[in-house]
């Protein structure tokens, strides 16, 4: 079988002709007729195997565009910073506050997007030689953002400049609060603008309405990287650089911004791609004591990969923001002390725990309640769980647990003693969650809200969750009948266990890194039986496939114990099935096995009969 795949594909689009997988799925060719031809032609122009072409074809990526693809760089894929509305005003301010050397303040979010922009324009200012300020505000007590109180604060102490990352564009109040005091604020910022901005000296942000960049994929940690390009290049232009004070190797600082733009989940494409692609050079070096300390409590021995960032670094680092000190993250990637990072690290790595266990019992709860709600034929559009004692930090995950076993957009919120909601939601693709948000907010059903398609918060009185949760089943319950309906399992191509082994996974990992935009291949194995199942650590199931012609595979299904999944993984136990998922080296011990992590199966009859 080798790495072919073609001949299990039928003409109906079906992948091995499965309507309905253990999931609930259809299974899908990501290849229509015309991406099989251009798959073909990158095959033969580019003398690549089969499936490595039809991965990238899968991606849109075009024949000529082929090379740059394999292999993402920054220099080829930055434009000029310029291009950027107001970077050239930002770079001047940055620049006059690092020759006079002024107090500089850095106001960031407490998430992992907003720590690592914190800490590369922190590391980048230590190297002109100004010690900054650094600001992350408490999730709990301060909320999302700039306030008042903070920039009241920071004047005091004596900030002329304070720059905002991952955060500003509509903080009105408090940037007006900054103009009075005489302090200059620069906003470094990728979330959606409105139409009247904050004053400010400049507000870099891709996704204000007069900015033509088209770079709005970028995290803020991106767009941090090339504000400090631009910065670089101005003092570079005044003789600020020296012999004895040369120029910082700003491809070093790719490692922070590879780690925040795989944690705040943009789409890995264009410079994205090149961002993390050589991030992650940057990190397997191992050269600064925070991030070296992380992944050691991490217990990451092997060089880090992007969903390494996305699924052990990046909760780290934002347990400290959710139930901990909010700059814990920060203080970690800018520590040059190894002995310090380590207890950093420690700290982080402790409340990383604490948060999960917290998770795990609010997610039984909030699953309960959903449940209940939808009932045994899982009835709804929409999943609204509500109660107190549940922890504020933690509701987004928590959401994102609903989301991904139910199928349909959810929302956790926390409600406090006196009758304020605070919650998050998670959506599907398909389905804008965030502006049915603004305009539940617009129609004063809720307090305060807002958020993008896939996520969303919201405020509320407890009162107005019945009103709120009828308001987005009647708005939202179309959308979402047309998104589940069409919620297929993309598949790139098939293999037999005999094929599993290092080189098909180095081989795959030629159309990384992956995430989202650039989606994990899912590669299926046609006709393997199940010949060991059984559930291990926090309801993951450990699972070994046979095929035909007698070749194992280990695999593993992460968190599929009393899951759809799990259940049929343990039915189906000495039967054939067609099993879904993906290629990684699983690295334990000093020794390296391929492991396959499954997804979903489906019944399958022997082939030929």
């Not at 490692?255 to 090149?274: E, F, H």
């Not at 509701?395 to 199928?407: D, I, N, P, S, T």
């Not at 539940?440 to 996520?455: D, T």
Request: aromatic share 6%.
């Amino acid at each position: 079988m080798g790495f072919e795949s073609r001949e299990f594909t039928v003409s109906n689009g079906l992948f091995l002709g499965v309507e309905q997988s253990a999931t609930g799925r259809v299974w899908r060719d990501r290849l229509d007729e015309r991406g099989s031809v251009r798959a073909l032609a990158i095959a033969q122009r580019h003398d690549l195997p089969e499936l490595l072409a039809r991965i990238i074809a899968g991606r849109n990526v075009d024949v000529d565009a082929v090379e740059a693809f394999l292999d993402p760089a920054v220099k080829r894929s930055m434009p000029d910073p310029n291009v950027l509305t107001a970077i050239p005003e930002a770079a001047g301010r940055i620049a006059d506050a690092i020759t006079r050397g002024e107090t500089v303040a850095i106001f960031g979010d407490y998430d992992v997007d907003g720590a690592t922009s914190a800490a590369l324009l922190a590391r980048f200012l230590r190297h002109a030689g100004i010690e900054p300020l650094i600001y992350i505000p408490d999730r709990l007590f301060e909320g999302y953002g700039p306030n008042v109180e903070a920039i009241r604060s920071l004047a005091a102490r004596g900030a002329t400049l304070i720059v905002t990352v991952d955060c500003g564009t509509t903080s009105v109040e408090p940037l007006t609060q900054a103009a009075t005091l005489g302090v200059d604020v620069v906003v470094i910022d990728h979330h959606q603008a409105d139409e009247t901005l904050p004053p400010a000296v400049a507000i870099v942000n891709p996704n204000r309405r007069d900015d033509l960049s088209g770079l709005g994929y970028l995290a803020a940690v991106g767009l941090v990287f090339m504000t400090v390009v631009a910065v670089n290049r101005e003092l570079r232009r005044r003789g600020f650089w020296t012999a004895e004070r040369p120029e910082p190797d700003l491809l070093a600082y790719l490692d922070d911004v590879a780690l925040g733009t795989v944690a705040d989940v943009v789409p890995l494409i264009g410079l994205n791609r090149a961002f993390v692609a050589k991030g992650l050079i940057a990190l397997r070096r191992r050269e600064r004591a925070g991030h070296t300390s992380l992944m050691d409590v991490a217990r990451l021995s092997g060089p880090p990969e992007a969903w390494h960032l996305g699924f052990l670094l990046g909760p780290r680092i934002n347990a400290g923001g959710r139930i901990g000190r909010a700059d814990l993250g920060v203080r970690l990637l800018i520590e040059e002390d190894p002995d310090a990072a380590a207890k950093i690290a420690a700290e982080l790595d402790r409340l990383n725990r604490e948060r999960q266990a917290i998770e795990l019992d609010t997610v039984a709860q909030a699953e309960a309640e959903a449940m209940a709600a939808l009932g045994i034929e899982e009835k709804g559009a929409v999943i609204v769980t509500a109660a107190e004692g549940w922890h504020p930090g933690i509701v987004g995950l928590v959401a994102a647990r609903l989301k991904e076993k139910f199928g349909r957009p959810a929302f956790a919120i926390a409600l406090e003693p006196g009758g304020i909601g605070t919650g998050s939601g998670r959506s599907i693709a398909g389905v804008d969650l965030g502006r049915a948000v603004r305009r539940a907010v617009a129609e004063g059903l809720i307090e305060k809200g807002g958020g993008h398609a896939m996520a969303a918060g919201v405020t509320l009185r407890k009162s107005a969750l019945a009103q709120f949760r009828a308001y987005l089943e009647a708005a939202l319950a179309p959308d979402v009948a047309v998104a589940r309906r069409a919620n297929g399992l993309m598949i790139d191509g098939a293999v037999s266990a005999a094929a599993a082994n290092a080189d098909l996974v180095a081989l795959i990992e030629r159309a990384g890194p992956f995430g989202s935009g650039n989606p994990e291949p899912v590669i299926a194995l046609p006709a393997h039986t199940i010949v060991y199942a059984e559930e291990v650590g926090q309801a993951h199931m450990r699972v070994r496939l046979k095929s035909a012609d007698g070749a194992f595979v280990n695999a593993i299904a992460f968190r599929a114990g009393g899951q759809k999944l799990g259940a049929a993984i343990l039915q189906n136990r000495g039967r054939q099935v067609h099993a879904a998922g993906s290629f990684a080296l699983d690295r334990w011990n000093g020794e390296e096995r391929v492991q396959f992590r499954l997804i979903d199966i489906a019944p399958a009859e022997p082939f030929g009969r």
